[in-house]
């Protein structure tokens, strides 16, 4: 009898401790020159100059192809959001950007 009394009151705490953030992640882009990376981090050059470095999670990349899609000092443009300290940015994809000399 006891097992039954508790069953609710567990299944209430599981109930609120899954629940999805309020807000979810805003995805972000940025432009720049690729300076480089390490293991899962990636270095990137803003057009104003500003460096801005980024933590790797791409979506079903799990031998970190993108080490070799792109050249270091290439342009790309690649998608992030902040981490959960809003001081890490993640970036979930990247690609070739557009030469801006050539419109």
């Known amino acids: ?15 609120a401790s899954s629940k999805a953030p309020a807000t ?4 972000l ?5 690729h300076r480089g990376y390490t ?10 100059g500003k460096e801005m ?7 079903g990349d ?6 070799n899609q792109f ?8 998608t992030y959001h902040e981490g959960t300290d809003k001081k890490q940015l993640i970036a979930t994809a990247i690609e070739q950007a557009k030469d801006p000399a050539k419109k």
Do not use: E
């Open 71 to 78: 050249k270091t000092l290439s342009r790309i443009t690649v």
């Open 29 to 33: 882009t940025a432009t720049g020159q």
């Open 24 to 27: 979810p992640a805003k995805s």
């Open 39 to 48: 293991n899962d981090q990636l270095f990137l050059r803003l057009d104003d």
């Open 53 to 59: 470095t980024f933590i790797v999670q791409i979506p």
């Open 1 to 15: 009898m006891i097992a039954l009394m508790a069953t609710p009151l567990f299944a209430a705490q599981f109930k």
């Open 62 to 67: 799990k031998d970190w192809a993108w080490h």
